[in-house]
């Protein structure tokens, strides 16, 4: 089984739970990890995968506690660095009464992580690597380290993976800059993941036939268009096919992109990059079925990491 190494911020999500309500109205919250690649990467470590994450923390309680829910789930942390200097980063989420998420950033450690600090990473040693990060086109140091990274995984011939996770909050005053960098990376990338609100950014069409047909002629990756409780778009080679998810009551929508992500890869990482490539739709559809699943019973639980511990092979064959 090849090793998955997942790039990009590990952070303190402070959860609102008065439901409906906004951050500034809000009372009570709750602490839970996250961070996209985080959350990937203890998703593919609760299905049993090998994994690593490289991120920074603050020298602090919290970073001392997304080091220990990393380590819960069998994630290697040895390229985790503590900064001393900087506080870990804190994403307040207000989950409103229809399960969706707003955000407000309080960025710290996090943006900091440096190319110098990743280079002693022996990418070749890992089958796989995943770009998921929410702040890694944020300028800084960790936007240099990200996109090294990347360059380097493609020149070791890594199964390179790229999820733009797009916020609002973030680059709603710099959206092009956003976009000219995901069509970077998805230009070179062998998968992507997109919602279908950042297919419409992405591509500037209004619908998904339209955006499919934008992302498929500007790339030769495969991609996953997420679609909610619809299931998911499979682009591959000119084609699409929509892959239906499971009926789930759901509870709470974070995780449930990085679910599926951290399934396929997950399902992946048992396969050679040649024995990946000559995949047709029966098996990429395979893939996603199974990682519909996963994305699905993420949804049933309050915040992903408790989510992710009901994860297990298992599920694949529910």
Known sequence: MNKILCIGEALIDMICTDKGLSLSDGEHFIKKAGGAPMNVAA?????????????????????KHLIEVLDGFNVDTSHVVKDPRHFTTFAF?????????????NRGADGQLSAEETDSILVQS????HFGSATGFLPGPLQDAYSKMFYKALDENLFVSFDPNYRELLFGNNKEEFILRSWEFM?????????????????????????????????????AITLGKEGTLLGLEGSTFLVPSIAIKQVDTTGA???F???????????SKNEIRSMGAKEWTALFSNANKAGART????????????????????
């Open 43 to 63: 998703a593919i470590g609760a299905l049993g995968g090998h994994v690593a994450v490289a991120a920074k923390v603050g020298e602090d309680p919290f970073g």
């Open 299 to 318: 949804c049933e639980y309050m915040g992903a990491m408790e989510a992710f511990k009901q994860l297990n092979d298992t599920i694949f064959s529910d």
């Open 257 to 259: 992109g990085d679910a």
């Open 126 to 129: 890992f089958g796989i690597a």
């Open 187 to 223: 230009g070179k990338a062998d998968f992507f993941k997109v919602s279908d609100e950042e297919a419409f950014l992405l591509t500037g069409k209004s619908s998904i036939d339209e955006a499919a047909s934008a992302l498929m002629a500007r790339t030769k990756a495969v991609f």
């Open 261 to 271: 992500v951290g399934a396929l890869l997950f399902q992946l990482s048992k396969f």
């Open 93 to 105: 989420v207000s989950l409103m009464r229809n399960g969706e998420r707003d955000f407000y950033f």
